[in-house]
Nanobody
Framework: QVQLVESGGGLVQAGGSLRLSCAAS????????MGWYRQAPGKQRELVAL???????RYGSSVMGRFTISRDNAKNTVYLQMNSLKLEDTGVYYC??????????????WGRGTPVTVSS
């Protein structure tokens, strides 16, 4: 099994910045893609950013140019740098990881989420 622990969420004023972290632990031989999703109240969960094992990235259209995803494979950690935050960035941010254990079994794991609130 794999455990994901997010941190870094909180309250920030519009225009400010936050950096989210997600640390993975457990039965991990290798990590494939890692990503961040968010869910605003009353809305569906949406992709924020994704990074593959070779470092390729993909962003949701609403965050492109403002957010940056990165990963540190040595620390089994993915980061999300969020700049120029807007009110509409408010939501619970979830970390997602697809990884393999020593038996080559794949796991699609989710964190419990960290709340981000952007105020005016």
């Amino acid at each position: 099994q794999v455990q994901l622990v997010e941190s870094g969420g909180g309250l920030v004023q519009a225009g400010g910045s936050l950096r989210l972290s997600c640390a993975a632990s457990g039965s991990i031989l290798s990590m494939d893609y890692m990503g961040w999703y968010r869910q605003a109240p009353g809305k569906q969960r949406e992709l924020v950013a994704l990074i593959t094992s070779d470092g390729s990235t993909r962003y949701g259209s609403s965050v492109m140019g403002r957010f940056t995803i990165s990963r540190d494979n040595a620390k089994n950690t993915v980061y999300l740098q969020m700049n120029s935050l807007k009110l509409e960035d408010t939501g619970v941010y979830y970390c997602n990881l697809y990884s393999y254990d020593t038996t080559r079994t794949g796991y699609d794991s989710w964190g419990r989420g960290t709340p981000v609130t952007v105020s005016s």
